[in-house]
């Protein structure tokens, strides 16, 4: 949670890295993830390369 510039009660899980700072799930200036497993998936029939997949925990910030 995003408040006064700063990032209240993000608990950064080291094992998630992640940049998508646009995330609810983000811990801002840390790039982790703050959820305790995220689901991936992707959106193409066949995928082919890294671009194919996405994050399905991703929430709009
Ligand atoms: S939910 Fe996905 S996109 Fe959002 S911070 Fe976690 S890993 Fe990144």
Redesign the pocket.
Known sequence: MKMNGSYQNCNPNHC?S?T?QQ?????GSENY???EH?QVGTHEYNPTEDQCTD?K???KR
């Open positions: 998630i992640c998508v995330c609810a799930n983000h811990c993830c703050s959820l995220i994050c925990s991703f929430r």
